[in-house]
């Protein structure tokens, strides 16, 4: 289908490792989105791409974490020195524009990467 | 800072029940919420709400949005055991000079008996 694809769809780790996890949007959704979802909680935001630039990384933890998107589609959510606190449910999003200031639009979830630090 | 809260966390029925999901929220820059779906990972679109006392409908279920009382409900009538699913509700917010993200709840967690 033509959905929000996610790679790998579980990767499994040591503590002090670094990983990637790959996010494929939808064909032309111009706003990507980053969110981590632990056990028994609602998703988190970390970042925000318009395009290619990252125009709200607040939700990132720490200097640990970094996230690319050169092209405008591809996003690459980057991981150093992981540790076991690291480990959840890593979710990509994206939608058409991403809002305005007078719109919204609908975000469109991938099936997520679950990342296990041991 | 910015919440949602969602109620309650769990709710067990028996098929054929009809149950109703609360979300309330305060959040600054509100544009719109959302309700999603999550069986094992991605959580999957439902609705998406931006006027107040407008009900939104898809088969069994329904939403509404009440702006003054910062709430909304999702509504599930006749369930059925595949409705049984973690729902999120979450709140669009935008910043001119930072852009939206979605801020969730914590979930409910239903479960649809035989």
């Known amino acids: 289908g033509a959905g929000v694809s996610q790679t790998p769809s579980n990767k499994v780790t040591e503590k002090g490792k670094y990983v990637e996890l790959r996010c494929d949007p939808i064909?032309?959704?111009?706003?990507l989105y980053w969110y981590r979802q632990s056990l028994g909680q609602g998703p988190e935001f970390l970042i925000y791409?318009?395009?290619?630039?990252?125009?709200?990384d607040s939700g990132l933890p720490n200097d640990r974490f970094f996230a690319v998107r050169p092209e405008g589609s591809v996003s690459t959510l980057k991981i150093q020195r992981t540790e076991r606190g690291d480990s959840a449910v890593y979710l990509c999003?994206?939608?058409?524009?991403?809002?305005?200031?007078?719109?919204?639009?609908?975000?469109?979830f991938g099936p997520g990467t679950r990342l296990t630090v041991l | 800072e910015d919440k949602v809260v969602q109620s309650p966390l769990s709710l067990v029925v028996h098929e054929g029940d009809t149950v109703t999901l609360n979300c309330s929220y305060e959040v600054t820059n509100f544009r719109s919420l959302l309700w999603y779906k999550q069986e094992k990972k991605a959580p999957t679109f439902l609705f998406m709400l931006?006027?107040?006392?407008i009900e939104k409908k898809s088969g069994r279920l329904s939403s509404i949005l009440d702006k003054k009382e910062l709430s909304s409900i999702l509504n599930i009538t006749a369930t059925q055991t595949g409705d049984s699913a973690i729902y999120l509700c979450?709140?669009?917010?935008?910043?001119?000079?930072?852009?939206?993200?979605?801020?969730f709840g914590q979930g409910t967690e239903l479960s649809v008996k035989p």
């Open positions: 791409f318009q395009g290619t630039g990252a125009a709200d």
């Open positions: 999003a994206s939608s058409l524009i991403g809002g305005g200031t007078r719109s919204t639009d609908t975000q469109y």
């Open positions: 931006t006027s107040s006392g």
């Open positions: 064909s032309g959704h111009t706003a």
């Open positions: 979450a709140v669009f917010t935008y910043l001119y000079n930072q852009g939206g993200k979605l801020i």
